[in-house]
Structures are given as structure tokens and as C-alpha cells.
């Protein structure tokens, strides 16, 4: 009997570290991969055979389609979402749920360069069946900020909280700087954020990887830069685009 407690603490031991090494691999197994919702009538054009294999190798993240109307963590469709091609006369878009990282990779793949070119190359009998989505359809979506706002929160908090109130509910940041519920009473909000990073004072510390140029040697930034991607300022919009303005009494006057 005393024998075994020895025996019986070593195995509980033993179970603790496999479950240490093995659960963050199943948490990072999930990230790559994801179930993707598509009508019939997509899965039919033999697209997504085309396309999902060349991001999954690029990426390693896998995709399993699943019908249309299955629970899935992400879905293509013509209603919501970002517009990410345009084919068989509708506009084809991709919306996430709970910001998958996987899945939110696969629209940042879609909509890149090389995404848009896959989805061109892609041909059936000599002619492309499918293209990167017209600029209206585009356009179109830009006041409807279908970014993700949970990811939007968590970057502006972690990047721009430095120096702005981000969160309604929250005090910090520095004094003169505007607060993002102020910053969301101005009509032009929406333009100002997609473009914070040329606005002063975030050109000395800002980069956006694909946009901006590298910080001039002979000028490296004074302070810890910050760098979003373009799909983070989009999840920012959409953030900002949720939080009440502040009730700031009177209109206030800003640049
Ligand atoms: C190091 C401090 C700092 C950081 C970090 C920072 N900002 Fe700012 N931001 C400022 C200051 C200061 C102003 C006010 C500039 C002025 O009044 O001219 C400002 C102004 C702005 C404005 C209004 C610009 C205008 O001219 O209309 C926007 C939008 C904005 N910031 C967005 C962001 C976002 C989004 C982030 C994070 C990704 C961010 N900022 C990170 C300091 C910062």
C-alpha cells in the first residue's frame, strides 16, 4: 500500500507535463485550421479546389468546407462580410466568426496579391470564371466596417493605448492626446483612422507593413514603434465604429 503512493504521485506527475506539452500544440493545431461554409452552387464551380490547396501550402492552414448552411467559423456567401472575389454574377464575400486566426488569414491571403492572382488564374475551358471583386463592391463596404471589432479592441488597446483612451471605460493614456470616443464624434472619424498612420504624430513611430516606407535611416523613432497590419486597421474601424461618441455638450474643435 505505501508502496504505491509514490508510484501514483509519479503518474500524476507524468500526466501533468504530457498535458502541459500537449495542450498548447491542440490550441495551435486549432489555429490552423478551420470549417468554411459554402453554397453548393460555389463548391460546384470547382474554385475552392483550385484555391484552398495553394493557401494551405503557403500557410499550413487547412480549411474543411462544409455545406452551406452548417455552423462553421467561417462562410462564404453574397450577403456579409468582406468582398474577397466576384464570379457567376454575384459578389462573393467571407465573413469570420470570432475572429479565427486561420480564417482571418485566409481573407488577408485572398484579398493580397497573390490571393487576386490565384483567383484570376484559376481557368475553366481558357477563360477565368472568377475575379477580385469589382472596387465598388469594395467600396461598398467600407462604411459598414465588417472588420472584427473584438480583434479591433484588443490591437487598440495594445497598440494605440500607449497614448489614447481607447475604451469608453477606461481612464489612462496621456493627457493631450484625444481620446478614441472623441476622436468618433467627428464626422470624418472613419477617414482619419484609415489614415492615422500618415496623420502626425504617427509617421515618426507608426509602420504598416505593405504601406508605409521603413523610418528613414537618420530618423529611427524616438519611442517604441507600432506596427498594424491593414487588416488590424480595418479591425479597428470596425471597433471604433461601435463605441459611443462622447458626449462632449458642445462641438468641439480638433485640427
Ligand atoms: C505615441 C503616442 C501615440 C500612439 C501610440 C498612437 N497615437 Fe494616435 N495620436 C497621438 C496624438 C498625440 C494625436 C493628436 C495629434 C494632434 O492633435 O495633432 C493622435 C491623433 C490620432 C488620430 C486623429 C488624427 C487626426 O489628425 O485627425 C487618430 C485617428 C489616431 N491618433 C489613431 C491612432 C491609432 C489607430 C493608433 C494605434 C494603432 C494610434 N493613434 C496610436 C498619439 C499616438
Known sequence: MVRRVPIFACLC???ALVMAVVLPLAAQADAKRFSLAVPASLVESGLLDYLLPRFSLKTGVRIEVVPGKAAAEAELGTQEGRAVFTGSGETWRLRIRDDHPGA?????????EIGRRTVTSYEVAGTAPFTPPEADAMEGEAP????DAALGRRVAQA???RCHVVDPNRRGGI??????PVLRTLSDWDARFQTF??????PAFTQVPGVTEGFAKHLPPAIVPVE??????EAILAYVAGIAPADLGAPIQFQ
Open 197 to 202: 498612420y500618415a496623420l502626425n504624430p504617427h
Open 228 to 233: 498594424v497590419s491593414l487588416g488590424e486597421i
Open 175 to 180: 493627457g493631450s492626446t484625444p481620446s478614441f
Open 104 to 112: 482571418v488569414r485566409f481573407v488577408d491571403w485572398l484579398t493580397s
Open 13 to 15: 506527475g507524468a500526466l
Open 159 to 161: 497598440k494605440c493605448g
Open 144 to 147: 459598414s466596417f465588417d472588420g
